[in-house]
């Protein structure tokens, strides 16, 4: 499609909103050109004289950053709290799963054995209403929108954790753990309801910094008189007609929603493990509860680290089911990348809050397809040296430069722009320099772009010809419409309209499209939608 290497460069102008750090390997990277504000979500400093790595992760429970360090060297244990499945999942739970995702990624990549369980909560008060409304059985519901969610993440490149447990298949071992917890003397049952006795435990409220006198989570609604405390929160509900139920030593029921994450938790890992993810909403009373239930039921139970993501909000008010302000993730994908999306939700720091609107996604899209079409540039410019390079291999010095700029990749793909013209002038033990320079520097940022989850097993050419797909989607225009608007300003432009075709080039500008004249053929490429006088 384009000419020469020469003119293509000046397709990718910069990106808008620039500035990042993320942190690579044993170097710290400052990935400036990629992502826009401050991605800092898990920062790793090197010890340059222990020439150990150092992870850091903030904690909710003693509300500071703390050196990570694992239960069992070389090993961690991961639970992130899921989805309740009975509907197709917002861009809310998309921004929990991705900012856990890069964890999980980030831990693999310093080389940790990580056992990740994130459940689905397919027993659920939710779900039996919408299945009720639905006229379907509440497990047929629930196994319905666990494989749509597993569909979205698929899309937005999450990685699939070690296991996925639902509540459902793990009856026994929910039932075992309210036993051990009214053993104890932490639980108490009445009428078929096993309460959870918030009295018994003395850290209650520790994690979410919520006083005991602040949490009487029954007085919006009625309090319930058999509870010995209205804080006292259900660990088994008795079974009520129409709605599915289990055998257990307190009669036929289901369990509370709190109780499934302590026994998949200790389950899966140990009741007391390394890592405890969910979303900001969750600290109470969810972890809260969690976690007095495991402590309750395990002596040694506990977690080490609690990390919790922050909200999208929209119109800056949290975005929710029951708000009814929510984007889809399926919605959000028909009309933009899902590498745009996840980038979107990488774009502010995982603790943050997060501003939804149609024009960050635009600057993600904007952002995206200029690394990838610097690094498409890039692989096109090395083609015809890549068999020289395989025979002098090993035989060319790396130069200070790539060293340098692997250490700054904020400027590494400037760098790439700025190189790829300069190759062919070059004589051939210093292009070879160069060339090895390049090698050095796409490797980096493919490894950035790894641990971020931004890679794909697709070619760039490929994610860039999906990315003007969904450009013209938003611009509800075709590949033709677009050719045909090609034509009309070339007539313009050979009969002195010249007005017309600064029109015609304005119209598609604001839709998103970029007209490029390159000599004597004028190609396009996806841009910021942008209003013809706006200063933005
Ligand atoms: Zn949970």
């Known amino acids: 499609m384009y000419n020469s290497v020469k003119t293509r460069r000046r397709l990718i102008p910069g990106p808008r909103n620039v500035t990042v750090k993320m942190f690579v390997a044993n170097t710290n990277v400052t990935l400036a050109s990629l992502f826009s504000p401050t991605f800092v979500s898990f920062a790793v400093v090197k010890d340059m004289e222990a020439e150990k790595m150092e992870l850091k992760l903030y904690n909710t429970m003693t509300q500071q950053k703390e050196v990570f360090t694992p239960i069992n060297p070389g090993k961690v244990g991961l639970y992130v ?39 689905f909560t397919d027993v659920d008060d939710k779900i039996i209403i919408r299945a009720n409304e639905n006229g379907e059985e509440p497990l047929e519901l629930s196994n319905r929108f666990c494989e749509e969610y597993l569909v979205d993440m698929g899309a937005l490149q999450c990685l699939l954790p070690t296991h996925q447990p639902r509540v459902s298949d793990h009856m026994d071992h929910i039932v075992e753990m309210i036993q051990k917890i009214i053993e104890k003397d932490c639980g108490y049952d009445v009428d078929g309801d096993v309460f959870f006795s918030v009295d018994k435990s003395p850290n209650y409220g520790k994690l979410s910094g919520q006083l005991l006198e602040h949490t009487r989570a029954g007085e ?90 922050g909200h999208v909000t929209i119109n800056n008010e949290k975005m929710a089911k029951s708000k009814k302000n929510f984007k889809t993730i399926r919605e959000m994908t028909e009309s933009y990348h899902p590498l745009a999306l996840r980038h979107f939700l990488m774009s502010a720091h995982y603790r943050s809050p997060l501003s939804f609107s149609a ?76 060339l090895v320079s390049l090698v050095e520097i796409e490797k ?93």
């Open 359 to 434: 024009s960050q996604l635009d600057s993600s899209s904007e952002a995206l397809y200029y690394v990838y079409q610097t690094l498409q540039d890039l692989n096109d410019a090395l083609l015809p040296y890549r068999e020289a390079m395989s025979e002098d291999s090993g035989k060319s010095e790396q130069t200070a430069e790539a060293k340098d700029i692997i250490n700054k990749l904020k400027n590494a793909l400037k760098f790439i722009n700025a190189s790829i013209g300069k190759l062919k002038k070059m004589q051939k033990k210093q292009r070879m320099s160069l």
């Open 81 to 119: 709290c899921g989805i309740t499945a009975y509907d197709f999942s917002h861009i809310g739970h998309a921004r929990a799963a991705v900012s856990f995702d890069v964890l999980y990624r980030y831990l693999k990549h310093l080389r940790y054995e990580v056992n990740f369980v994130r459940n």
């Open 220 to 309: 919006r609604v009625a309090v319930d008189s058999r509870k010995r405390n209205p804080a006292d929160f259900a660990l088994w509900k008795a079974a009520k007609p129409g709605e599915p139920s289990w055998e257990s030593p307190w009669g036929r029921g289901r369990p509370g929603w709190h109780i499934e994450c302590s026994a998949m938790s200790a389950h899966y890992l140990t009741p007391k493990f390394d890592i405890h993810g969910g979303g900001a909403d969750l600290k109470f009373p969810h972890h809260e509860n969690e976690l007095a239930q495991t402590c309750a039921a395990c002596e040694d139970g506990g977690v080490n680290y609690w990390l919790h993501n």
């Open 444 to 536: 980096a940022a493919r490894e950035v772009l790894d641990v971020l989850g931004l890679l794909t097993t697709l070619s760039y050419a490929e994610i860039l010809k999906e990315m003007k797909q969904k450009t013209l989607t938003r611009a509800g225009l075709s590949e033709e419409d677009i050719s045909q608007k090609i034509e009309e300003r070339i007539m313009a432009r050979k009969n002195k309209e010249f007005e017309k075709s600064d029109q015609i080039r304005a119209e598609l500008t604001v839709k998103g499209i970029a007209l490029m004249d390159i000599g004597k053929e004028t190609v396009w490429r996806p841009c910021f939608p942008l209003q013809a006088n706006s200063s933005d």
